[in-house]
């Protein structure tokens, strides 16, 4: 083929020249990345951690993966400077040829770690540093860097460098006795530092390295100069119930480890993220992908230890999101679902103590209630017998407190006790403490003209147990009409006037110096309606209550006389705003017992009637929940 003629399609050489020409072509487009400007790079990783605490904190593992046993963290002032030292006893700065610290190799080969060839060469267990710049993170402290270490020749150097200088300077340090490890000062602190006490580092130590300490057995101390107190770094202990055989969370990259606690829900309450000992993230469900139960449940505490994550090398406070990542994600699901019904678990466990308690200071309420309203009208279960028991007064028909009660006795409501028995000896708390109030039973009645109606008063200590020693009653009308027989016993009787109206009762109880006083109220008619006088007494005492869910249905509660239970639809709206709050809860419980037991002890009686009953009783029992410190 002649120079200036057009290569012939045919031409096998011409073909073969095509290739050869493109490849020249892409190889040429080809090359490695460069740095174009060094100093600008160092200043970028420098300023990348913005947490100050957290570059201490990479200081103290520098010292913890030079097998250091004893660390001393010193914040103070000299020469008009704050400052921070860091020493340790351990291995020190590895020696150049000639024995001394190899300070030039640390100053020189920024991002070029010593430690990441050791973890590559399968001898670097348990070290944590990898990218070599955990040393640059002073700028976030102060504005220069003294770093000491002794050589092989027993005599001490340093190396110093300052924020914002590219330069560096090692020279010999003059002391009589060089110490073994390594110490790193930086001073003067930047402004904001100076604030920080020895005490929050001391805590932020214990959760950030907790692990680290833990299985390195070394001893961290902060001594705080300025403030003249010194801490240990105690690993944080967890709070809570430690939880066993739990699901294994497995990877190809290796295995993640789990430390977790069940405690009571609180917005404390969270779990880290690990690596390797040292904390990573504070709270697991704030990273993306855990953002759900059980992590955000705020029941667990403890950590997670992933020690195959990939972090980012700027802040060592973040996760690439890799494949190792998404492999984490997809074998803790097991663990999570696991997590998840101990959860659940403890919530219907709370929820019953909940209810438990509820209907205790229900029944509290209520009886307290009862007490101060008109036997006649209001003693459904026997409450007014029971109360002559305790106070040691005759129960009608003349029967004496230690006759027997039958079989089985009754508690306040109804609730089954052993039998009354004047022989067992009571327990030290059994006893009651000094006079603390008095009340009369009942506060509130209402008696017919020339009728005589019985009023007891009911002496308490400060834990409302009733109070039997040392008391002197005197009792007066001190309003209206009527005259009272024994006025200096427990229980009067007193003697309605002719003319209806309304007297104020009052009693004053003296034990020792201690003087209280109630008050009840009486209402004198010329008559009583039958359906009013009625006394309905159910001998199963006051009835319990249990949940059914019903959304979207209008009723909010029903009675089931068979089980003597007040079903209770927490399906209701009603019942989903109340439970914003245990004392609103309670109320709205209290509320419900009110409309069921009125119904059931009044019937036959007219709605207006029915209604000022619902009020009355609502009135005493939610006064009595709220001073029973329910």
Same mark, same amino acid.
């Given at each position: 083929?002649?120079?200036?003629?057009r290569p012939?399609?045919?031409?096998?050489?011409?073909r073969?020249?095509?290739?050869?020409?493109?490849?020249r072509?892409?190889?040429?487009?080809?090359?490695?990345l =460069?740095i174009?400007?060094?100093?600008?790079?160092?200043?970028?990783i420098a300023?990348s951690?913005g947490?100050?605490?957290?570059a201490?904190a990479?200081?103290?593992?520098?010292s913890?993966? &030079?097998h250091?046993?004893t660390?001393?963290?010193t914040r103070g002032?000299?020469?008009a400077?704050?400052?921070l030292?860091?020493?340790?006893?351990?291995d020190?700065?590895?020696r150049?040829e000639?024995?001394?610290?190899?300070? =030039?190799?640390v100053a020189?080969?920024i991002?070029?770690s010593?430690?990441?060839?050791?973890?590559a060469?399968?001898?670097g267990?348990?070290?944590?540093?990898e990218?070599?710049?955990?040393?640059?993170?002073?700028? @976030?402290?102060g504005?220069?860097?003294?770093m000491?270490?002794?050589?092989?020749d027993?005599r001490?150097?340093q190396?110093?460098m300052?924020k914002g200088?590219?330069?560096y300077?090692?020279?010999?340090?003059?002391?009589l006795?060089a110490?073994?490890?390594?110490?790193v000062?930086?001073?003067p602190?930047?402004?904001g530092i100076r604030?920080?006490?020895?005490? =929050?580092?001391?805590?932020?130590?214990?959760?950030?390295l907790?692990?680290?300490i833990r299985n390195?057995k070394v001893?961290?101390?902060?001594?705080?100069k300025l403030?003249?107190?010194?801490?240990?770094?105690?690993?944080?202990?967890y709070?809570?119930?430690?939880?066993h055989?739990?699901?294994?969370?497995?990877?190809?990259?290796?295995?993640a480890?789990a430390?977790?606690?069940?405690?009571?829900?609180?917005?404390?309450?969270?779990v880290?993220l690990?690596?390797?000992?040292?904390r990573?993230?504070?709270?697991?469900?704030?990273?993306?992908?855990l953002?759900?139960?059980?992590?955000?449940?705020?029941?667990?505490?403890?950590?997670?230890?992933?020690?195959?994550?990939?972090l980012t090398?700027g802040?060592?406070?973040?996760i690439?999101h890799?494949?190792?990542y998404?492999?984490?994600?997809e074998?803790?699901?097991?663990?999570e679902?696991h997590l998840?019904?101990?959860?659940? &678990?403890?919530?219907?466990a709370?929820?019953?103590?909940?209810?438990?308690q509820?209907l205790r200071?229900?029944?509290?309420a209520?009886r307290?209630?009862?007490?101060?309203?008109?036997p006649e009208e209001y003693d459904w279960?026997?409450i007014?017998?029971r109360?002559?028991?305790?106070?040691?007064?005759p129960?009608p028909?003349g029967?004496?407190?230690?006759?027997?009660?039958?079989e089985?006795?009754q508690?306040?409501?109804?609730v089954?006790e052993?039998?009354?028995?004047?022989?067992?000896?009571?327990?030290?708390?059994?006893?009651?403490?000094p006079l603390?109030?008095v009340?009369?039973?009942?506060a509130?009645?209402?008696?017919p003209?020339?009728?005589?109606r019985?009023?007891?008063a009911?002496?308490r200590d400060?834990?409302?147990?009733?109070?039997e020693?040392?008391?002197?009653?005197?009792?007066?009308?001190?309003e209206?009409?009527?005259?009272?027989?024994?006025?200096v016993d427990?229980?009067v009787?007193y003697?309605?006037?002719a @003319?209806p109206?309304?007297a104020?009762l009052?009693v004053?109880? @003296?034990q020792?110096?201690v @003087?209280?006083?109630?008050?009840?109220?009486?209402?004198?008619t010329?008559?009583l309606?039958a359906?009013?006088?009625?006394?309905?007494v159910?001998?199963r005492?006051?009835?319990?209550?249990?949940?059914?869910?019903a959304?979207g249905e209008?009723?909010?509660?029903?009675f089931?006389?068979?089980?003597?239970?007040?079903?209770v639809?927490?399906?209701?709206?009603?019942?989903?705003f109340?439970t914003?709050?245990? &004392?609103?809860?309670?109320r709205?419980?209290?509320?419900l017992?009110?409309?069921?037991?009125v119904?059931?002890n009044?019937?036959g009686v007219p709605?207006?009637?029915?209604?000022?009953?619902?009020?009355?009783?609502s009135?005493?029992?939610?006064?009595?929940?709220?001073t029973g410190?329910?």
């Amino acid at each position: 083929m002649t120079s200036g003629s057009r290569p012939d399609p045919g031409d096998s050489s011409a073909r073969r020249s095509k290739p050869k020409a493109a490849a020249r072509g892409k190889v040429a487009n080809r090359g490695r990345l =460069k740095i174009g400007d060094d100093w600008n790079a160092i200043r970028i990783i420098a300023l990348s951690q913005g947490n100050p605490l957290k570059a201490i904190a990479e200081l103290v593992e520098n010292s913890i993966d &030079a097998h250091a046993q004893t660390i001393t963290i010193t914040r103070g002032r000299e020469h008009a400077e704050h400052y921070l030292s860091i020493r340790d006893d351990g291995d020190g700065v590895p020696r150049d040829e000639e024995g001394r610290p190899n300070f =030039k190799y640390v100053a020189t080969h920024i991002g070029d770690s010593i430690k990441r060839r050791l973890k590559a060469e399968g001898s670097g267990d348990g070290v944590q540093g990898e990218f070599g710049i955990g040393l640059l993170s002073f700028w @976030t402290v102060g504005e220069k860097l003294t770093m000491i270490s002794a050589g092989t020749d027993q005599r001490s150097y340093q190396m110093t460098m300052s924020k914002g200088d590219p330069g560096y300077a090692v020279s010999p340090r003059r002391v009589l006795f060089a110490e073994r490890g390594t110490e790193v000062r930086i001073s003067p602190l930047l402004e904001g530092i100076r604030t920080l006490s020895g005490e =929050k580092l001391q805590w932020y130590l214990a959760s950030e390295l907790r692990d680290r300490i833990r299985n390195a057995k070394v001893r961290v101390t902060v001594i705080d100069k300025l403030a003249r107190k010194q801490y240990e770094v105690e690993p944080r202990a967890y709070a809570g119930r430690l939880l066993h055989q739990l699901p294994a969370v497995r990877t190809p990259f290796g295995d993640a480890y789990a430390e977790l606690y069940l405690a009571e829900p609180a917005d404390s309450c969270s779990v880290a993220l690990t690596r390797a000992g040292t904390r990573v993230i504070e709270d697991l469900a704030t990273v993306p992908g855990l953002e759900h139960a059980p992590w955000s449940s705020r029941y667990l505490q403890g950590l997670i230890d992933v020690p195959f994550l990939n972090l980012t090398p700027g802040t060592r406070s973040g996760i690439i999101h890799d494949e190792r990542y998404a492999a984490l994600l997809e074998a803790i699901q097991a663990l999570e679902g696991h997590l998840q019904e101990l959860i659940e &678990a403890q919530k219907r466990a709370e929820e019953e103590h909940a209810s438990q308690q509820s209907l205790r200071a229900i029944q509290r309420a209520f009886r307290e209630a009862l007490l101060a309203l008109p036997p006649e009208e209001y003693d459904w279960f026997d409450i007014q017998a029971r109360a002559r028991s305790e106070s040691g007064l005759p129960r009608p028909g003349g029967e004496e407190v230690g006759s027997a009660v039958g079989e089985k006795g009754q508690g306040d409501l109804g609730v089954t006790e052993p039998a009354f028995n004047l022989g067992v000896q009571r327990h030290f708390f059994d006893y009651a403490g000094p006079l603390f109030s008095v009340v009369i039973s009942p506060a509130c009645s209402t008696t017919p003209v020339n009728e005589r109606r019985r009023f007891r008063a009911l002496p308490r200590d400060r834990s409302r147990r009733r109070v039997e020693a040392d008391l002197r009653f005197s009792w007066e009308i001190a309003e209206g009409g009527g005259t009272l027989a024994g006025t200096v016993d427990q229980e009067v009787e007193y003697l309605a006037p002719a @003319t209806p109206g309304l007297a104020r009762l009052q009693v004053s109880v @003296t034990q020792h110096d201690v @003087t209280c006083s109630a008050e009840a109220l009486i209402t004198i008619t010329a008559s009583l309606e039958a359906s009013m006088t009625t006394v309905i007494v159910n001998a199963r005492g006051l009835p319990g209550y249990t949940f059914e869910r019903a959304a979207g249905e209008l009723w909010r509660c029903r009675f089931d006389a068979e089980r003597n239970l007040i079903i209770v639809n927490n399906g209701h709206r009603d019942f989903v705003f109340a439970t914003r709050n245990r &004392a609103l809860q309670l109320r709205y419980l209290v509320r419900l017992y009110v409309k069921e037991l009125v119904l059931k002890n009044f019937t036959g009686v007219p709605a207006e009637q029915l209604l000022e009953r619902m009020i009355e009783l609502s009135l005493y029992a939610e006064e009595k929940l709220k001073t029973g410190g329910s």
